[in-house]
């Protein structure tokens, strides 16, 4: 029989910036308990610049958005300059259902998102009509790589419209949980994340005893390259499905 509540007695811990609160009642769902210690925080990045860089971006054939952070930022641009996305007359790409989701709320329609939801994946296979003139701009986050710059086939211009920093305030809360509690699991959501929680709680704790969880091959990544184990990873890179597959896991052992 199929175990209804295969989170029970769970606490799943949260080590991103929260966008929403559906994977969060998803535990809920399953029985367990949600819990958010981020370990990065995100904010925008305002300069004098930012009007003439937006009236740039909305001339552009493609805008491209990596993360729901980047949208964000974007749309706090165009609150504060009275912009709107009926001004847009180019197309948008988005890596993820999630970051296409906010920026049709934000009025875009997303004419292109990869079927791996991965910046090395989109650089594959977004392939728009070629031409000399293609002018592209790319909203990007301040730790974000040079991939989708260097293996476009034409240029790209880069917008660094948010940055990520650490956040530290409830590392000892996280490494309590830890150490205290028998069942664990840890939900990392990038490989900023990861270098937070490997450089700061890592060495208290170990990368054992709990469940580690991924949310792609990139973040998997970053875990295998600091010595965790990965013991979850969704095909479908969101939250949501990360902890459907945690569920998954959990229930086949009890």
């Known amino acids: 029989m199929r175990n209804a509540l295969p989170l029970a007695g769970e606490t799943v811990i949260f080590t991103g ?21 981020p370990l990065i925080e995100v904010g925008e990045i305002q300069k004098k610049a ?56 934000l009025g875009f329609a997303v004419s292109f998102i990869p079927s791996v939801f991965s910046a090395d994946v989109f650089v594959k296979q977004f392939n ?61 959501a990038s490989p900023s994340a990861v270098e937070v929680f490997s450089s700061r709680i890592a060495p208290k704790t170990t990368w054992f005893g709990f469940t580690v969880c991924a949310i792609g091959h990139v973040t998997e990544r970053a875990l295998l390259k600091v010595g965790a184990p990965v013991h979850v990873k969704p095909e479908t890179y969101t939250l949501v499905e990360l902890v459907h597959e945690l569920a998954k896991r959990k229930g086949e052992f009890k």
């Open 128 to 188: 728009p009509k070629k031409s000399e003139r293609l002018h592209v701009v790319f909203l990007k986050g301040s730790l974000a790589g040079s991939l989708i710059r260097e293996e476009l086939p034409f240029h790209v211009s880069e917008w660094t419209v948010y940055e990520t920093k650490s956040a530290t305030s409830e590392i000892d809360k996280l490494s309590r949980f830890i150490l205290h509690k028998n069942q664990v699991s840890v939900l990392f």
């Open 17 to 37: 910036t929260p966008k929403s609160t559906e994977a969060a009642e998803l535990v809920k769902k399953y029985g367990g308990i949600p819990v958010s210690i």
């Open 50 to 105: 930012d009007q003439q860089k937006l009236q740039q971006a909305m001339k552009a054939d493609w805008l491209i958005f990596t993360s729901q952070s980047a949208v964000a930022a974007f749309r706090a641009k165009m609150l504060r300059f009275n912009v709107t996305a009926d001004t847009f007359n180019g197309k948008v790409a988005a890596v993820g259902t999630r970051t296409a989701a906010a920026l049709d709320r």
